[in-house]
């Protein structure tokens, strides 16, 4: 009986923390999803060349509802969901950089891991301008 008490709660331990790391794991997973539908959908936007404006707002709101979706699709609040879009011109080629940010709590969290966590994913894709 005293092995069997000394081995429960590292036992238990134990698989808490393969479902959590998994469950970590898959999250992130999701997000690298959303942030890369949320970029598919905004290389697809063309630039037109008389309203430069237009296209970051355009490709702005696109992204950030795209990513919204699949994380909303994922599980996660849209209000959780914090997206950054920036804008760079390198060498007459235009890249638009999509950062994901989401907040990473579980049942788990509160006894494996006391501090709330975030995971974050970014991509950067070159636009097309429009013929």
Do not use: C
């Not at 699949?70 to 879009?85: L, M, Q, S, T």
């Not at 907040?103 to 006391?114: K, N």
Request: proline share 5%; charged share 20%; no cysteine.
């Amino acid at each position: 009986m005293v092995e069997f008490a000394l081995v429960v709660p590292m036992l238990a331990t134990f698989i808490g923390g393969i479902i959590t790391v998994s469950w970590v794991l898959m999250s992130h997973a999701a997000l690298v999803d959303a942030v890369s539908e949320g970029s598919r959908r905004a290389s697809v936007t063309l630039r037109d060349p008389l309203k430069p404006g237009e296209y970051e707002t355009n490709v702005t709101a696109i992204a950030d509802n795209e990513v919204k979706d699949a994380a909303e699709r994922a599980g996660w609040k849209r209000d959780d969901v914090v997206v950054a879009i920036g804008f760079e011109d390198r060498g007459g080629v235009s890249h638009v950089t999509i950062r994901g940010t989401a907040p990473l709590s579980s049942r788990f969290s509160g006894i494996l891991f006391p501090v709330p966590f975030a995971i974050s994913y970014q991509t950067t894709l070159a636009t097309l301008d429009q013929p």
